[in-house]
């Protein structure tokens, strides 16, 4: 099985899209995180669905987890305030790692591997062009943790 067999269409977003419009296609469509691309097929991030939620949590009650429990339900309704005006590239972690990124030839296997070095819940496939060196390549798709793990435990 390789890559380009198991790559699904998957939902991206840009770098200067709205924050709050990026939680609220991971909230609609209930994903791991999203990938963020340069243009149509240049995968330059993963924005995962835990950073977005990690940032509409109060300073504060990170600082004492202990408030949480004092934050009554109209309060919490407003939380994704904090999303307002940001865009996506300024919710990025700072120390986030270079987006899994599989040829479409792979195999399984080897985005497994690629998948666990870089801890992403999910892998953009790319079709290089022929000559590798001239960079690019086309997004086929995205392969997510969950998927492949399906294929890898031998279900269709």
Request: net charge negative; charged share 25%; proline share 9%.
């Given at each position: 099985m390789r890559a380009r067999d198991l790559a699904e269409p998957y939902p991206t977003v840009?770098?200067?899209?709205?924050?709050?419009?990026?939680?609220?296609?991971?909230?609609?469509?209930r994903l791991p995180g999203v990938l963020v691309v340069d243009g149509p097929d240049t995968p330059v991030a993963i924005l995962p669905s835990s950073q977005l939620v990690r940032l509409l949590v109060p300073g504060y009650v990170m600082e004492d987890p202990t408030l949480a429990a004092v934050?009554?339900?109209?309060?919490?309704?407003?939380?994704?305030?904090?999303?307002?005006?940001?865009?996506?590239?300024?919710?990025?972690?700072?120390?986030?790692?270079?987006?899994?990124v599989a040829d479409a030839e792979d195999t399984a296997v080897e985005i497994a591997a690629l998948m666990a070095r870089n801890r992403s819940p999910l892998a953009a496939v790319v079709e290089r062009p022929a000559d590798r060196h001239s960079?690019?390549?086309?997004?086929?798709?995205v392969i997510t943790a969950s998927h492949l793990l399906h294929r890898l435990l031998g279900n269709p």
């Amino acid at each position: 099985m390789r890559a380009r067999d198991l790559a699904e269409p998957y939902p991206t977003v840009s770098l200067d899209d709205q924050a709050l419009d990026a939680a609220r296609l991971l909230a609609e469509h209930r994903l791991p995180g999203v990938l963020v691309v340069d243009g149509p097929d240049t995968p330059v991030a993963i924005l995962p669905s835990s950073q977005l939620v990690r940032l509409l949590v109060p300073g504060y009650v990170m600082e004492d987890p202990t408030l949480a429990a004092v934050i009554d339900e109209a309060h919490a309704d407003r939380l994704a305030a904090a999303l307002a005006g940001l865009r996506v590239r300024e919710c990025l972690p700072k120390d986030s790692p270079a987006p899994a990124v599989a040829d479409a030839e792979d195999t399984a296997v080897e985005i497994a591997a690629l998948m666990a070095r870089n801890r992403s819940p999910l892998a953009a496939v790319v079709e290089r062009p022929a000559d590798r060196h001239s960079g690019g390549g086309r997004l086929l798709g995205v392969i997510t943790a969950s998927h492949l793990l399906h294929r890898l435990l031998g279900n269709p």
